[in-house]
């Protein structure tokens, strides 16, 4: 598909896998997206996973038909977007793969010792195609060490790798501006959170970057080629990297038979009460953890609950506090409650792992031996009005 004069989407969609890097699901499935340069000489701008090469290569034939590839630029070397570059090779072995050093380094320690004459870019460095100058800037930890972007200052045009991605394929059109936008904006929050949540500092370098260039279009590899709606791209991106949340409760917890999930509900039940709208409530055991990644970065109250298990908590709690001690969710205001049988411990857990995430305190922990009895339900209304009280009243945190 044809983007501008020179710019050509040969990327593919996949509709079939279940999760995203093993880990993250996909509803609504996903796109790889790559491009051609088409000038005096011609580039490629990234790869697609290798599994789809037949549909990739085929789309390139379509637009460069017998002509060469000179360039492959490699903005990211994760394998959904270098998975083909040995494959690409083999088709045009004269073809430069243009990498930073860490790039060249992660191609080697992929698919062994390349041939040829590759190019290695630092930062600023530029390239011509003839009648289109290309140019680079690292943004090293968006989400790898190696990742870069590529720029066409004559055009405002933006290869930005996995920055400003989402998940979700492609249902026809390619540029924003000729589809319906609104499922992929959820997805890009998701994305965030699941992808990036442990980033959002270099994030916020890259954006500081790239904020003195001129972009009018952002082509990313995952999701639409953002125009008309590149800045809403881009400030979805600040405000999830700097820590913004809107006022909101969620509910997470994990419960074997039922005893713990009274307790949340009582929680979201006592937010309402006070007020509060926007409450998510998520059985861990049940919920994917990017669903539930991309509320705690949507708003900024979380009560936290299990059952103490083996000495610990419950498995599926301890998962979602070890993802969120691994990410940047500091600042937002925490509560939690836990049952037990005979031995507590699910409550210390939680507080040990608060020690990562940093998040404020707002009511004591909850818990209750056995069966939770009417006062522990009273309690864990109070709690929730707490939260709300909290939700409400306070701004978002600052994030440095």
Not at 18 to 37: K, T
Not at 207 to 224: E, F, N, Q, V, Y
Not at 272 to 291: D, E, K, T
């Amino acid at each position: 598909m044809q983007i501008t004069d020179n710019v050509y989407y040969v990327g593919v969609n996949d509709r079939t896998k279940h999760r995203f890097e093993g880990l993250w699901a996909l509803p609504l499935g996903v796109s790889y997206n790559a491009y051609l340069v088409v000038s005096d000489k011609v580039a490629l701008i990234d790869t697609v996973e290798a599994d789809f090469f037949g549909e990739f290569l085929a789309k390139i034939r379509a637009v460069l038909g017998e002509r060469k590839i000179d360039y492959l630029v490699v903005n990211h070397m994760e394998p959904d977007h270098s998975g083909s570059l040995e494959l690409i090779r083999r088709y045009y072995p004269e073809i430069r793969v243009v990498g930073n050093a860490k790039t060249h380094d992660m191609v080697r320690g992929f698919f062994g010792p390349q041939g040829g004459e590759d190019i290695v870019v630092k930062e600023g460095d530029r390239l011509s195609l003839g009648g289109v100058e290309m140019q680079f800037h690292l943004a090293p930890m968006l989400h790898w060490p190696e990742t870069m972007v590529t720029y066409l200052p004559a055009q405002g045009i933006l290869f930005s790798g996995d920055a400003f991605g989402c998940f979700g394929a492609l249902n026809g059109a390619v540029l924003d501006s000729r589809m319906d936008c609104t499922p992929y904006f959820p997805e890009m929050e998701r994305y965030f959170a699941a992808i990036l949540g442990k980033f959002c500092a270099p994030v916020r370098t890259a954006l500081k970057k790239l904020s003195g260039l001129d972009i009018r279009m952002i082509c990313s590899t995952h999701g639409p080629v953002w125009t008309e709606n590149a800045g809403r791209a881009v400030e979805t991106y600040r405000r999830m990297s700097h820590g913004e949340t809107e006022p909101g409760l969620v509910v997470c917890y994990g419960s074997m038979y039922g005893n713990t999930q009274r307790v949340a509900e009582a929680v979201a039940e006592g937010a309402a009460a006070a007020g509060l709208r926007h409450i998510a409530v998520h059985n861990l055991s049940v919920s994917q953890p990017s669903f539930v990644l991309a509320d705690i970065f949507r708003y900024n109250a979380l009560a936290v609950g299990g059952p103490t298990y083996n000495g610990g908590v419950f498995p599926v709690v301890e998962d979602l506090l070890r993802r969120l001690a691994g990410r940047q969710v500091e600042g937002r205001h925490l509560a939690c409650f836990g049952g037990y049988t005979w031995a507590s411990a699910a409550v210390k857990t939680i507080h040990h792992y608060n020690e990562k995430m940093k998040m404020q305190w707002v009511a004591d922990p909850l818990e209750w031996k056995q069966a939770p009895d009417a006062d522990a339900l009273a309690a864990a209304r109070r709690m929730g009005e707490a939260l709300a009280h909290a939700a409400l009243n306070a701004g978002a945190p600052d994030a440095q």
